[in-house]
Each structure stands twice: as C-alpha cells, then as structure tokens.
C-alpha cells in the first residue's frame, strides 16, 4: 500500500470510530443542535430589539454570525475525544501501530465536518422559522457554505492541539471555551463593529472571524463583499498550516 | 548466535531532573519469556515505550526484530503488538468492533480484519460480550480484550506493561492462563511487572531493575540461589521470649536470625533435620511456638536481599509519573 492509500484508509477508519460514537453517547448531539437553537432564539428575541443594525432586520444579520460562532465551536469533539484518547492510553496504542502519523488527528477533524453540516441545517430551519431568508443566488449560498464548512474544518486543527495539551478532558473543554468564546463575540458576528469603542474596534476589523461572518454575509445577503471571501480562505488555510504542523509535532510525542 | 528478538543496550533516558533509565540493557532470545522486574519508578514503563517506539532514548541503542527503533520505527511497528496497563480500548465502541479497528489499522484489509475479530472474541471468551460497548465490560473483560487488541496481526514480538496491575486475584490468574497460551505458541514476550509471583509464573528469564538500571538477572531459581538456601520461619507464641528464641534458632541456621511481627526467620543450611533440632532447642530454651516452617525463598526475598527494599513500595509511586509531559 501506498503511504497516501495507507493515510487515507488509517483515516477513513478513525474518522468512522469517532462517528459511531455520536449515536451512542446522544448528549454529544445536544451541542450540534439545541444548544445552536437556544442561542438563535437567546439573540433574536432578547437582545434583537435592542440592537441596531441599519439595512438589515436583526435575524438576517445574526444567522450568518451564529452559524460562524456555532462552528467555530463544532471541532470542540475533536479536543474532547483526543484527550480523552490520550488519557485513556488510546494514543499510545495507536502509535504503536504500523499506521499514518497524521490519522489518528486527521480522522478527528475529518469527522467534525459531516456534525459541523448537521448543526447548519438545524440553524438554518430554526432560522428561516425565526425569519430569516436569503437574498442571494444559488451558487453563492452554496459557495457560504462551502467556506463555513472549511472554516469549521480550519478550527477542528485548533481544537485539536488544545485536546492534545489538555490534561483531561474537562480541561480540554475550559479551554477551547475560554479562548473561542470571546473572539467569537469581540467580531461583526452579534454586533455591527462601528458600535464598539475604540481598540475592541480595531481588534474586531482585523478579527478572522468578522472576515468571514462579513463573507458568509456577503454571499447569502449581498452586502458589500470587499475583500472578505478569498480573504476568509487564506484565513483557513493559514490556521490549518500553523495549527495542523504543531498537533502533529505533538501527537508524535505526546503520553498518558 | 542470531541477535535476540529484543535488545537494549546501555538505554539512558531522563524526563527533566528524573533519570528513567541509566544505561539499561537487555535481551531477549526468540520465543522466550522475558520478566523485567522492579518497583514503581524503577525504569520498566520507559522501556518498554523506548523499545515500543513510543519514545526515543537520550542515548543507547535498541533493536526489536531486528529493527532499530529510531531507525526503522515504522517497520519495526508491523512487528509489534503492545498490551498495557491503561487496558487501551475505545470504550463506545464494541469489542467486536474495536478489534476490527485494529485490524484495519494494522492493513489487514475489512475481511480479514473481521474474521481475525471474531476468532480472538472467541478464544478471549468474549463472544458474549462481542457486541457490547467496551464500557460495559469489567476490568478483568477489557484487559482481555486489550490483549486480544495486541495479538490481532500475531505480532512475533509481545510487550505487555503490567497486564495484570488493577486486576482482583481471580481475573490475573485467568489472565496468566491466557498469556501461557499465547507464550506457548512461539512468541517472544516481554512482560514487565511488579508481582513476584507472576514473573516467577511466566517468564524463562528474569531481570531486576531499580532506578533505571539492571541490579540482577537469570532465571527465577538462579537469583532465589543467590538469596542462600532455604528459610526457616517460626511464629512464637503471643508474648514468647524473643531473645531465647533467637538463641534458639541460632544455633541451627546460617545466619543471624531476624525478628519482626512475631516471627523469627533464619536461612539454613539444610533441609534435614533443621525443623526437629529447631523444636528441639526452642523446647529447651522453654519458647512456645504457633508454627513452624521451612520454605523456598521467594523473589520477595531476592528483591529484598538486592535493593534493600520491598519491590511494591507506595513512596516510588510519585516516580511513576516518568512519561508524563514529555
């Protein structure tokens, strides 16, 4: 076997075992799907009719910043279960193995895509239910998609070091909570940037998360594009290439 | 001579300010037992990562198979089937399906993989259980079925860290049982443990090792022999005189007697007539006994004779954090 065919098969392998758990342990699924639901509803009726967004009904302006927020969290399982794995010995097992270095943390951020989709569809109906539609051309919805998706995929290989240095999974979680939470926030993705003070501002302009809320935005509600779409593709592939190198480094030596 | 199927040599490994291993060698010939004996934190977890290619060595070399472990590591991993104390199984999946795992990983290819599965369930006695989740499983189960893990590609080369560390005393000796099977079947082990009775039980070669380095090796009888002959115990009766007891025995063992809890322990010469002389002299001496008895000495004893302390000792357990963070 090829050392590709042999990557691709130790991944398809590992990306199907961490899958099969999803059914098993079900409480996995609420962070997929009621957790994104409550956060809709949180926004658009608490804090909708406070918050000023000129040119746009609020649910139109908050979908395309949740969903980012949602699956910017979405690789949160790739941290859990890597920590979990190394706790448990699983790690050391699989290095003994004569498989792919790369697998066992490819198959984990592989497997966060297809639960990443499943999250956006259940957005997406609770959206629409809430108001939302979007003022777009086919192709250019699907291209938002396609770049929400990579952008999940961009953050599971930032979950995926934190899982690798956390000492448990808890702290995995604390985490990715605390370091995820605020940038998603300090971003264009609940608020309009020109309404924070000064410095936040700043940080919030040149936040990834805001290029590429303003990128799904602008593919789903034709707002301005600016720079922002290729922009928030060179942003996912420069955290893949900074973040995927070092969990791999670490993988190589990391223990129980 | 063929080189050894395992082989250390001079190993140095240290994590910070801790030396794990301080110049460590050791082989093991093809189809044997190895025991690698010693407390927590004497080097034996260490080891078997450096020779399982799960870290490398400061210095020294190491070959598996044939196949240096720096060099060759991922040749050297189709050799190699690895069974350790963390009982490494995905506990949401069944056991069935974590053994198809394996096999998938190792390449077996999805047929093969399956049928493998299916005859190790079989043989570990676990078909009952095939399609249950791991988690469901009791330790004695999942230690079954980490070992069963070891063994999907029939690796020549075993290395099992503490297969029976956690275990209640009816699940290690069903595990032994199990382990002589396998052993019995060609394949070279290296077993390391802190049990005496077990290394006693399974291993054809033994080596002691403390702080990372070998004190003592041979067979299990070799270092009971260096030990000295037989042991004499005697139990005295509650408040007995210890002082005229150990005159007592004194005068028919080989060395000075020990007292501790009660019991006066001695080495002796000779198996004949020690027992009758010992009552003989304990009756002059006007001592009574509970009980008397020659036995064996134990690896306890080695261990105790060459380290100067007990081979499980909680104090080492802190050093067992060896591979932590590195």
Request: with cysteine.
């Amino acid at each position: 076997m090829s050392a590709l065919a042999m990557a691709a098969s130790d991944t398809i392998v590992l990306a199907r075992r961490n899958l099969m758990r999803i059914p098993r342990q079900p409480d996995l699924l609420i962070a997929y799907t009621v957790q994104p639901v409550m956060f809709v509803l949180l926004f658009v009726f608490v804090f909708g009719g406070a918050i000023v967004t000129p040119g746009f009904d609020y649910v139109d302006f908050l979908m395309p910043g949740i969903i980012v927020q949602s699956i910017a969290f979405g690789g949160f399982v790739t941290a859990l279960g890597l920590s979990e794995d190394v706790q448990k010995g699983l790690i050391d097992r699989f290095r003994s193995l004569p498989m792919s270095r790369s697998a066992v943390l490819a198959g984990r951020t592989f497997s966060d895509i297809p639960l990443n989709l499943l999250s956006l569809v259940v957005l997406l109906a609770v959206g629409f239910a809430a108001g939302f539609n979007f003022d777009s051309d086919f192709a250019k919805v699907v291209l938002g998609i396609v770049l929400l998706l990579f952008f999940g995929y961009a953050f599971s290989w930032i979950f995926a070091l934190v899982g690798l240095y956390s000492s448990s999974p808890e702290t995995a979680n604390s985490i990715g909570f605390t370091a995820i939470f605020p940038l998603t926030f300090a971003s264009s993705a609940f608020v309009p940037v020109a309404s924070m003070p000064d410095g936040l501002r700043q940080f919030a302009e040149v936040n990834p998360i805001t290029t590429v809320v303003d990128a799904v935005r602008h593919l789903w509600l034709s707002t301005p594009a600016h720079s922002d779409v290729w922009m928030s593709f060179v942003w996912c592939v420069v955290l893949i290439a900074i973040f995927a190198p070092l969990a791999v480094r670490r993988y190589r030596v990391v223990s129980v | 001579m063929s080189t050894p199927a395992i082989l250390a040599e001079d190993l140095h490994k240290s994590f910070g300010d801790t030396h794990a291993l301080c110049g460590l060698s050791l082989a093991a010939e093809e189809g044997t037992v190895l025991g690698v004996l010693g407390p927590n934190g004497a080097g034996k977890t260490t080891a078997v990562r450096i020779l399982t290619t799960l870290l490398t060595p400061d210095s020294g070399r190491a070959t598996v198979a044939g196949l240096d472990v720096e060099r060759d590591a991922a040749k050297l991993r189709a050799q190699i089937g690895l069974a350790g104390q963390y009982a490494a199984v995905d506990e949401n999946l069944t056991g069935k399906e974590n053994l198809e795992m394996v096999g998938r990983l190792y390449h077996l290819g999805r047929d093969v993989s399956r049928t493998r599965a299916d005859e190790l369930l079989e043989r570990f006695e676990l078909t009952d259980a095939a399609k249950r989740p791991a988690k469901t499983y009791s330790g004695g189960m999942r230690r079954r079925l980490d070992l069963a893990a070891a063994l999907v590609a029939r690796p020549p080369v075993l290395f099992l860290d503490e297969p029976t560390t956690g275990l209640d005393p009816v699940s290690r000796i069903g595990m032994w049982e199990t382990i002589e099977a396998r052993t019995a079947a060609g394949t070279t082990v290296l077993l390391t443990t802190q049990y005496l009775d077990e290394a006693d039980r399974l291993a054809d070669r033994i080596v002691v090792i403390d702080h990372g380095a070998v004190i003592a090796e041979g067979t299990a009888d070799e270092l009971k022999d260096r030990v000295g002959g037989e042991r004499l115990e005697v139990q005295l009766e509650d408040g007995g005189d210890t002082e005229r007891a150990v005159a007592a025995i004194g005068s028919v063992a080989s060395d000075t007697p020990v007292v501790e809890d009660g019991w006066v322990r001695a080495s002796v010469a000779s198996r004949n007539g020690t027992i009758a002389a010992a009552v003989r002299r304990l009756d002059e001496q006007g001592v009574g006994i509970q009980d008397i008895a020659l036995r064996r000495p134990t690896l306890d004893d080695v261990f105790i004779t060459l380290t100067g302390h007990a081979a499980v000792d909680d104090e080492d357990v802190a050093v067992e954090a060896e591979g932590v963070g590195a």
